[in-house]
């Protein structure tokens, strides 16, 4: 299924939440393995490619929108039968469990990463980027549509977007977001009063509810 409308190589309409809206990025993905396998790689040599290729490919898509489990599954099965298998994917045992591939070098793995981890990563960006950005147009947008919400600092949770708009998915990410970062009260102009984590490891909200 193509998508017939794409602005800036991102599509406009079709659902994220979709295998078909993902295509594009799994058939490129799909397309660089043909181009490697008839290649005398040694493993260090398709780790090079994956880490720095592979693994870039989905990240344009992956900044805005959640990908689907199924999705993300795909993709890493391509990187590691790419690993394990080589080049001409004739057939290789898998010596290790991917998620300890995926470790970073001080834990023992090889620094690939997990995609889940930095599809969430990048979509918990533009939940930092919002307070920081009032001036730009995203921002205007999306404080249109949704509004501030009560601390005057976030917007909304995304409840009235359609299954289409990617501010639901990132705004869902709210709650994990803010046990993960941390506010320095500035010029005091704009502070998060209740919900920032304060002395003790726990907000104000949490210690007195």
């Known amino acids: 299924m193509l998508l017939f409308i794409s602005y800036l190589g991102m599509p406009l309409g079709g659902s994220p939440r979709k295998e078909t809206f993902w295509e594009p990025v799994l058939d490129k993905c799909a397309k660089r393995l043909d181009g490697w396998k008839c290649s005398f790689l040694s493993r260090g040599g398709r780790l090079t490619l994956i880490q720095s290729v592979l693994s870039s490919l989905p990240i344009y898509y992956l900044s805005l929108f959640k990908a689907p489990k199924m999705v993300l599954k795909a993709i890493e099965k391509m990187m590691r039968d790419f690993f394990w298998e080589g080049g001409d994917l004739a057939g290789g045992d898998h010596l290790v469990a991917w998620d300890e591939v995926c470790k970073p070098r ?14 969430k990563g990048l979509l918990m960006k533009w939940l930092w980027r919002y307070p920081l950005e009032p001036n730009s147009l995203w921002h205007k947008v999306i404080k249109s549509r949704y509004g501030k919400a009560d601390n005057f600092w976030d917007t909304k949770w995304g409840v009235r977007a359609s299954p289409r ?4 998915d990132i705004s ?3 709650d994990e977001y803010g046990q993960l970062v941390k506010f320095k009260v500035g010029n005091g102009a704009n502070i998060r009063f209740w919900e920032d984590v304060w002395i003790g490891g726990s907000s104000l909200k949490e210690q007195f509810p």
Do not use: H, M, T, V
């Open 106 to 119: 001080s834990e023992g793995g090889l620094a690939i990463g997990r995609l889940e981890l930095r599809n």
């Open 165 to 168: 708009g990617p501010w639901k």
């Open 172 to 174: 869902d990410y709210y």
